[in-house]
C-alpha cells in the first residue's frame, strides 16, 4: 500500500483574518524593530563591505584565539577580529581560525610588511601554524559593493513590482512589495541582532528571498484571482480564506522540503556557506509567514474593483496573461 505524508488535512476551513490585527501589527513592529536595531547595532560587514585582509589559518594544536590576540596587540593593527571557525567536514587534526584586519586609514589596502609582521607574530605562538589563504579588499572597492548591493536590491524590488502590476492589479502589486520588503528588512534585523557577517553572499541571499517570497505570493494570488471569478458575489474577506486554504498544503509541503534542505546545508556545508544559507534560512519561513498573513491583508485593506472589466489601456489589460 503507498503511503502519502500529508502535512495539512483536506479541506481545512481556518479564518486567516481571525488575529489579523496581532499578525499585521507583529509585523509592522518587526519591521520598525529591525530598522532601529541597523540603526543603533550596525551590520558586521565582511571584508567585502568594509576593505582589509582576511587572514585564514590551519594548526595541528587548538586555536587559542587568546594566545593570537595577545601575539598580535604589539603590532598596532587597528580594528583586528579573531574567529574560530568549527566544521564537521574537518579533520581531528585541522584547526582552522579567520583572522580579519580592518584596511589602514589613507591605504588601499593591508600591506605585504604588515602581513608578514602578522605571520611572523603567529608562527612565534604556534610554529605550525599554516596560512591557507589572504584575502584583500580596498575601501573605494567595498564603498562601490555598497552601493551596487542596494541598488541590485532597489531593482529587483522595483521590477517585480511591474511584473506583478501588469499580471495581476496594481493593488496586488503594492502588498507583494510590502511582503517581501519586510521578508528582507527583518531578516537583515536579525543579522545586526546577532552580528552575523554581511557580505556579497548575504546580498545574494536577499535577492533570493525577493524571489522566493514573491513566488509563495503570487501562488496565493493566482488562486485567488481564480476565486474571485468564481465568487462574484461573495466578500472579499472570505474569498481570500478560501483561497489561502486551498493553498496551505502546498506551502506547508514547499516550506518543509526547502528548510530541510537549507537545515542540512546549514549543518554541512561549512562556514563558507554559513551566511548564505543562514540568510535563506530565515527569509524563507519569513516569506511563508508573510504570504499568509500580510500580503492578502494589504490587498483586502485598500480594495480591488470586482465589477467586470472593460478593455483599456490601464495595467489591467494584462491582469488575464498566464506565465
Do not use: C
Not at 72 to 79: S, T
Not at 103 to 108: T, Y
Not at 238 to 267: G, K, P, Q, W
Amino acid at each position: 500500500m503507498a503511503f502519502r505524508l500529508k502535512l495539512v488535512p483536506d479541506n481545512t476551513k481556518i479564518d486567516f483574518f481571525r488575529w489579523q490585527w496581532a499578525t499585521f501589527g507583529a509585523s509592522i513592529a518587526a519591521m520598525v524593530l529591525s530598522l532601529v536595531i541597523v540603526a543603533v547595532m550596525g551590520l558586521n560587514f565582511g571584508i567585502d563591505f568594509r576593505g582589509g585582509t582576511t587572514i585564514r589559518t590551519e594548526a595541528q594544536q587548538p586555536v587559542d584565539v587568546g594566545a593570537y590576540r595577545a601575539a598580535l596587540a604589539p603590532l598596532d593593527l587597528g580594528d583586528v577580529v579573531i574567529t574560530e571557525v568549527f566544521d564537521p567536514a574537518f579533520r581531528a587534526d585541522q584547526n582552522v581560525a579567520t583572522i580579519r584586519l580592518s584596511a589602514s586609514e589613507g591605504e588601499a589596502s593591508t600591506n605585504s610588511e604588515t602581513l608578514t609582521r602578522v605571520q611572523s607574530a603567529l608562527t612565534a605562538v604556534d610554529p605550525s601554524l599554516i596560512f591557507a589563504s589572504v584575502e584583500t579588499v580596498g575601501p573605494k572597492v567595498s564603498g562601490e559593493l555598497v552601493w551596487s548591493a542596494i541598488l541590485a536590491v532597489g531593482l529587483a524590488s522595483l521590477g517585480i513590482m511591474i511584473y506583478i502590476w501588469l499580471r495581476f492589479e496594481w493593488q496586488f502589486a503594492l502588498g507583494t512589495i510590502m511582503s517581501s520588503l519586510h521578508d528582507v528588512v527583518v531578516t537583515v534585523g536579525i543579522f545586526s541582532l546577532f552580528q552575523f557577517r554581511f557580505d556579497l553572499t548575504t546580498v545574494a541571499a536577499l535577492l533570493t528571498i525577493l524571489g522566493y517570497s514573491v513566488n509563495d505570493t503570487v501562488v496565493v494570488f493566482d488562486r485567488l484571482r481564480e476565486n474571485l471569478r468564481k465568487y462574484k458575489t461573495m466578500p472579499l474577506r472570505d474569498v481570500m480564506n478560501i483561497s489561502v486554504n486551498e493553498t496551505l498544503s502546498r506551502t506547508v509541503m514547499t516550506v518543509m522540503t526547502t528548510a530541510i534542505a537549507l537545515v542540512a546545508l546549514l549543518i554541512f556545508g561549512g562556514d563558507v556557506l554559513r551566511g548564505f544559507v543562514s540568510a535563506i534560512l530565515f527569509g524563507v519561513l519569513l516569506g511563508t509567514y508573510s504570504s499568509v498573513f500580510m500580503a492578502k491583508n494589504l490587498v483586502l485593506w485598500i480594495g480591488i474593483n470586482r465589477e467586470p472589466k472593460v478593455k483599456s489601456k490601464a495595467g489591467t489589460t494584462f491582469a488575464d496573461i498566464d506565465a
